[in-house]
């Protein structure tokens, strides 16, 4: 079966220090990867997602990155953190193009600016 | 474009009672339709979705919804609540084919009175 794990699980980072958060999937190939955050009394936003090795489509303009060094693993990164970069990451995935497959969330990592 | 709105940002039922959480979208295409439901400090759990066929889909822990293309709704139901499904619950809507993520509405906040 197919797993998803992302890490740290909590986060509490200076205002201006760098980011990053990992997240790999087992047990699928060629997965589609996303990366979502969950501000307060915002909902989810989709960040970045990618199809591919290398390949990052990005949704919101921001000082945050993403990076797909390998087929199971996505980065979030940033060089400078902002307050507003507080919230609830989260990692996800979903098997081929179809617009009815299910995206799968990991457990999501809390990171709090400071 | 695409949008969800989910009317009521906190709902409260008496256990036993019936759960409704309300969820419009905007798609200029079929959409797929997305239930998930979030407990404290986790990722995102799928409940149910829709993509084609019949329109009321039965999920996990008893909840169902129905597509209704006219009304252009999707709401959550459940005929008995029980404490344990106090959480939060998101819809989210996803358009046409590629790999792009689900577009979420800000989600309900379900409490349940003893």
């Known amino acids: 079966s197919q797993t998803i794990h992302q890490w740290p699980a909590t986060l509490v980072q200076p205002v201006g220090s760098p980011l990053s958060l990992e997240c790999t999937v087992e047990?699928?190939?060629?997965?589609?990867l996303y990366w979502y955050r969950q501000a307060a009394g915002r909902g989810l936003q989709l960040l970045f997602y990618s199809v591919g090795i290398g390949q990052i489509s990005s949704e919101v303009p921001q000082n945050l990155s993403a990076s797909r060094p390998q087929d199971r693993q996505f980065i979030l990164s940033s060089k400078k953190l902002l307050l507003s970069d507080s919230g609830f990451y989260l990692c996800a995935w979903s098997l081929g193009r179809g617009a009815g497959n299910t995206i799968y969330f990991g457990e999501g990592s809390w990171l709090t600016v400071v | 474009a695409q949008s969800v709105t989910q009317l009521g940002s906190h709902v409260s039922v008496s256990e036993g009672a019936l759960v409704l959480l309300r969820c419009n979208y905007s798609?200029?295409?079929?959409?797929?339709l997305f239930w998930y439901v979030q407990y404290p400090n986790q990722g995102l759990q799928l409940l149910l979705k829709y993509t084609t066929g019949a329109t009321l889909v039965k999920g996990i822990n008893g909840f169902e919804a129905e597509f209704k293309k006219s009304e252009t709704s999707f709401h959550l139901t459940k005929p008995s609540a029980h404490m344990s499904d106090a959480a939060e619950y998101f819809c989210a809507v996803r358009s046409g084919g590629g790999a792009d993520g689900l577009t979420f509405g800000k989600g309900t906040h379900l409490i349940i009175q003893p």
């Open positions: 047990g699928t190939s060629n997965p589609n």
């Open positions: 798609s200029s295409v079929p959409p797929y």
